[in-house]
Nanobody, 119 residues
């Protein structure tokens, strides 16, 4: 059974930093594209950042220059380092792992972790 578990959320002041962690099942981790998404109340879930198996990254325009996604294949972990946080970054952040195994696509989500940016 594939597991995706986020951690690291919390309350932070504007301008502060926070690091989110995502642990995914080792069996598929190295072949997966891992993405961080976020969903604010009343809004749709949007991609924040993603990292492919080879390390290629992409970011939403709203977080470029402030957030950095990285992966540690040896630990089956993905991190989202968030800096210069703004109130509009407040949301539930979800980790997603997706790819293809034996030709079949897969797509797994974590339970989410709350990030609140407020003074």
């Amino acid at each position: 059974q594939v597991q995706v578990v986020e951690s690291g959320g919390g309350l932070v002041q504007p301008g502060g930093s926070l690091r989110l962690s995502c642990a995914a099942s080792r069996s598929i981790f190295v072949i997966s594209t891992i993405g961080w998404y976020r969903q604010a109340p009343g809004k749709q879930r949007d991609l924040v950042a993603a990292i492919a198996p080879g390390g290629t990254t992409n970011y939403a325009d709203s977080v470029k220059g402030r957030f950095t996604i990285s992966r540690d294949n040896a630990k089956s972990m993905v991190y989202l380092q968030m800096s210069s946080l703004r109130p509009e970054d407040t949301a539930v952040y979800y980790c997603n792992t997706e790819g293809r195994l034996f030709g079949k696509p897969y797509d797994y989500w974590g339970q989410g972790t709350q990030v609140t940016v407020s003074s």
